[in-house]
């Protein structure tokens, strides 16, 4: 049987490919394991960089959604973004589009139940629980052999991730070379503190908690690098520095993030948690400040794509780079400024010159649509905005 489509991956773009094609087409979905198979940035943590299996790093994203645009990848059409949005949730995005907002979620989007709800409304799509090798184009048909079995399709999406899109094409005959030897990620910074006492001009965070989650006022730093965000510093966390080792923890999947905040018994990482989650607590005398910035080249990669190494010298650079270049003077300085927190969007793993010039991603059905192909990922999550884009690509094809 050759399909309409053939997606390859079951995270986050995946899905988001999924809904944007017409409910007519014949889709079959090469989602991978059936149960996770999490890949991890080293072997000494418990930090994910990549799920092989059933709904990708999906299944463990925090569901922070931003509506601010400093980057060049996202030029979707905001109509899109609200269709999109609003098909996960009832909130109105309003004038908050192109603003640093962020979405927090009560319930984040989780690949897996929106693919059996799919799966209900549209009899023509096909989930088959096996992970991609290789894809080849032969005589006008795509095919792409998975647990040994070819499936063929007039189109090809492709979204195993930042990792495992790499490693298709490594293993693909006429896409080889095409990845690159490193990948770049987020972090995520403590700045340091304010105290609002002694600058009263400085405002809480900005809360609005809407039916379905909770909407936090961000800002950035003068040249757009820079995400910042301040959380209330209450309890053990309203002393500089106190915490930012325990705040490492919200890099975890969700359900040890919980496990060490109870664990720890920590009241300034629990009412951090909270304000997090629920909005609570954001008028304090002291406010924690962080920034989330991109890291080019953080990690180097391995061969096989199975593991990274560090690149310690290009993430300290960036980090003494943006503390160098911002413009707080209320700030009272971190003074443990190499500590960062991993961001967990490792994007920019293939050669955007050495796609653009291959002859056969020339009208020949074959689209990226996950992070590994995106340079310029600015500094916000991009998670949604990649979800947007890929919806956006499926519905003009």
């Known amino acids: 049987m050759v399909y309409d489509d053939l997606i390859i991956g079951s995270g986050l773009t995946a899905l988001s490919v999924a809904y944007g094609l017409e409910a007519g087409r014949k889709v079959c979905v090469l989602a991978g394991s059936r149960y996770p198979e999490l890949q991890f940035y080293d072997s000494s943590s418990n930090t994910p960089c990549a799920n092989n299996g059933f ?10 959604i931003p509506t601010g645009q400093p980057c060049f990848f996202f030029d979707t059409d905001r109509h899109l973004f609200e269709e999109l949005f609003n098909h996960f949730y009832p909130d109105s995005v309003g004038e908050r589009y192109g603003q640093p907002w962020l979405f927090v979620p009560y319930r984040p989007i989780r690949p897996a139940t929106h693919w059996k709800k ?7 799509l096909k989930i088959a629980h096996a992970k991609a090798d290789l894809i080849e184009y032969k005589k006008g048909v795509w095919t792409a052999t998975a647990g040994g079995v070819c499936n063929s ?20 005959p006429e896409f080889q070379k095409m990845s690159r030897a490193y990948v770049s990620d987020h972090v995520i ?34 040249s757009n690098l820079g995400l910042i965000t301040t959380k209330p510093a209450r309890f053990s966390y309203a002393t500089l520095d106190n915490g930012i080792e325990q705040r490492s923890a919200f890099g975890l999947p969700t359900a040890g993030v919980l496990a060490k905040i109870w664990k720890a018994g920590s009241l300034g990482l629990i009412s951090e948690a909270m304000f ?27 061969p096989g ?6 690149n310690i010298m290009a993430i300290q650079s960036g980090i003494r780079n943006f503390r160098h270049n911002l413009e707080m003077p209320e700030l009272e300085l971190s003074k443990q400024p ?19 010039s291959h002859s056969m991603l020339a009208n020949k059905n074959l689209t990226i649509v996950d992070s590994s192909c995106i340079a310029d990922i600015g500094p916000e999550h991009h998670s949604f905005k990649a979800m947007v884009k890929a919806f956006s690509l499926a519905k003009s094809n």
């Open 118 to 124: 799919l799966c209900i409304e549209r009899s023509n």
């Open 276 to 302: 997090n989650k629920l909005g609570l607590f954001p008028d304090s005398n002291r406010l924690s400040v962080y920034a989330q910035i991109r890291i080019e080249d953080a990690y180097r990669l391995k």
């Open 189 to 222: 910074l403590y700045l340091g503190q304010i105290d609002r006492r002694r600058h009263p001009h400085i405002l809480p965070p900005k809360v609005d908690r809407k039916a379905s989650g909770v909407w936090m006022q961000g800002s950035y730093d003068s």
């Open 55 to 64: 709904g990708g790093l999906g299944s463990y994203w925090h569901g922070v």
């Open 338 to 356: 190499e500590l960062y927190i991993r961001g967990i969007h490792l994007h920019n793993s293939l050669n955007s010159g050495a796609l653009a």
């Open 305 to 310: 794509h199975l593991t990274l190494d560090a």
């Open 153 to 172: 399709a007039k189109r090809i999406w492709l979204a195993a991730g930042a990792l495992g899109t790499p490693a298709i094409l490594e293993n693909s």
